[in-house]
């Protein structure tokens, strides 16, 4: 089968903005490079979106009131409400008798969302800093304040770089990336094709696995007759699907802001990703140098660290890995803001389901981060902390275990999208995700003193020896059947619930290439073949490039600012 033409176009616009972003590059002046990158990024949008620009096109208009007129002190409430309100209103549009957006479209919306409210957040921190006090006043102002035109603000929502498939970019990013004088002495080619060594491999296992699995299949009533051990082996290709599909789409849009110099910073400021340089003074030091003995860095649009989210061993590790423009976001704008810290993770949880979409598979598998961050914070204080190098390592690979299936249980809720279909297929697999979750929080509640300390000042229970750890670590899962009766799986002559509030759109990043006929599984796939896939992660990563050949450096695990798990 073919891929459908919105695709090719959505590949094609990907793949060509990369060698375009030498064109932004050697352009000297910063109206030049503003023209190029807006009246090019806008006709991407019409390309992907036809009439339905007009949904960009209203959402970034009203944002410019909102900025413009209204006092810095309030605007950024306003345009959260404003940006979030029409994203509701995109999202159902059907029932207004408006015609349903593409897919694609859903993606330039998403992010235009994310780059209007942040825009409005980062012009009230101009005159109210969030980090009052921590940073030189006189640095903030120059290298952090904003003061947009609204033609600037137009030419930043329409930006090419990040409008498909991110990275989020903040305004003095951008503002950043036009005012750079000197980019020859940026070294832009050799970063990205090393960063892009790696989309031929990725690209490679996800046609091969697309090609005999397809979540389609799960929705049918012929998926449901297999054997349990293959209901569950399932959704290990699924979300390896999922997953590489993002990494493709992702990689080649950091590639296409790396190729026009932006979110190059100097590598003595530490930027970040998404946010930029984090050390000001340094940056400011670093200003007097020669131009030609900076040594620059692209953290700062590193939107994905591979390594991180396939071998990281806790669930925290690998979700700073995923989508970290994105994380910054929701940290910045959300985590960081909500002044009760209990329900600061729920709550940064539940904005980034409302981002993703409507369909309740997406909150589905949302909240039940919240539960697991939980259960492994738990677990790895009760039998973790205080044991031997070697039963860490022990307890690191069962705990990389777990969070991997427990990423293949919510994945399904990403795919699957209506509420049938998630609890259908969940209940089929006896809802083991949950189980294993909270059942692991039991134990590890009881036999933690971090999370219930002593009431007196007798000294704290000794840590469990490790065959106790090792067992209370597999007992939720070996013995999820003798605990509770099994579940029959969800008939599928039930009665049909609701749909969806409107057909379901791409999630997160939408290079939704086409995969290839799915082929029939109407045998059993052999179990040595299950347990390989299992272990795909390790499987592959080795026949990545070595992540000291990568030009990004791996995320920092040190102890650093909180930041909200996303997805």
């Not at 208009?61 to 940006?83: D, E, F, M, R, T």
């Not at 810290?341 to 039940?368: C, E, I, N, Q």
Request: proline content about 11%.
């Amino acid at each position: 089968m073919s891929m459908p033409v919105d695709d090719i176009v959505y590949v094609s616009l990907l793949l060509l903005s990369i060698p375009f972003g030498h064109v932004v590059k050697v352009t000297k002046s910063a109206a030049g490079k503003q023209a190029l990158t807006g009246v090019v990024g806008a006709a991407m949008a019409v390309l992907i979106c036809r009439l339905h620009i007009l949904h960009s096109l209203i959402t970034t208009a009203v944002n410019c009131l909102i900025v413009k007129l209204l006092p810095q002190k309030y605007c950024h409430i306003i345009s959260l409400i404003w940006c979030f309100t029409y994203l509701a209103f995109f999202r159902t549009t059907s029932w207004f008798g408006v015609p349903t957006p593409p897919a694609f479209a859903n993606a330039v919306q998403l992010f235009l969302t994310l780059r209007m409210i942040g825009l409005a957040f980062e012009i009230h921190d101009t005159k109210y800093p969030l980090r009052k006090g921590e940073v030189d006043e006189t640095l903030l102002k120059l290298y952090q304040n904003i003061n947009p035109s609204v033609l600037d603000i137009f030419s930043y929502a329409y930006c090419y770089m990040g409008l498909l498939a991110g990275p989020y970019m903040k305004y003095r990013s951008y503002y950043d990336m036009l005012h750079e004088p000197d980019t020859q002495y940026i070294n832009t080619v050799g970063p990205m094709l090393r960063r892009l060594a790696n989309v031929p491999i990725i690209a490679a296992g996800y046609f091969t696995m697309s090609y005999f699995f397809s979540i389609n299949y799960v929705k049918t009533d012929e998926f449901y007759d297999k054997p349990l051990w293959f209901r569950l082996f399932y959704m290990l290709p699924m979300f390896c699907v999922f997953r590489w599909r993002l990494y493709i789409a992702w990689i080649l849009a950091e590639c296409s802001c790396m190729m026009a110099a932006y979110g190059a910073y100097p590598a003595n400021s530490q930027p970040k990703c998404g946010q930029g340089p984090s050390d000001l003074q340094a940056l400011h030091q670093v200003k007097s140098q020669p131009k030609c003995n900076i040594e620059y860095n692209f953290e700062c649009v590193n939107n994905l660290y591979i390594w991180g989210c396939e071998l990281a061993p806790t669930t925290k590790e690998a979700l700073r890995s995923w989508n970290k423009s994105v994380q910054y976001w929701l940290a910045n704008i959300v985590y960081r803001r909500v002044p009760f810290k209990s329900f600061r993770v729920s709550l940064t949880m539940g904005v980034s389901a409302y981002w993703h979409g409507v369909d309740p598979g997406y909150y589905m598998s949302f909240l039940t981060v919240p539960p697991i961050l939980m259960a492994e914070r738990a677990m790895i204080n009760a039998f973790r902390d205080e044991q031997p190098t070697i039963k860490q390592k022990i307890f690191d690979f069962l705990c990389w275990f777990f969070r991997m299936r427990g990423f293949d249980y919510n994945c399904m809720g990403f795919l699957l999208l209506s509420w049938k279909e998630t609890i259908r297929y969940w209940a089929s697999i006896y809802f083991l995700g949950h189980r294993h979750t909270f059942l692991s929080l039991s134990p590890s509640f009881s036999l933690s003193v971090n999370f219930f300390p002593p009431l007196s000042l007798s000294p704290p229970p000794p840590s469990p020896s490790f065959p106790l750890s090792l067992f209370t670590t597999l007992f939720p899962l070996s013995l999820c059947h003798l605990l509770f009766p099994p579940l029959s799986p969800l008939s599928p002559t039930l009665s049909p619930l609701s749909p969806p509030l409107s057909p379901p759109l791409s999630p997160l990043s939408p290079l939704s290439l086409s995969p290839l006929p799915s082929l029939p599984l109407s045998h059993s796939l052999p179990p040595l073949f299950s347990l390989s896939l299992i272990l795909s992660p390790l499987i592959l990563s080795p026949l990545l490039l070595s992540p000291h050949s990568l030009p990004l450096s791996p995320p920092s695990l040190s102890p650093s600012p909180p930041s909200p798990p996303s997805l």
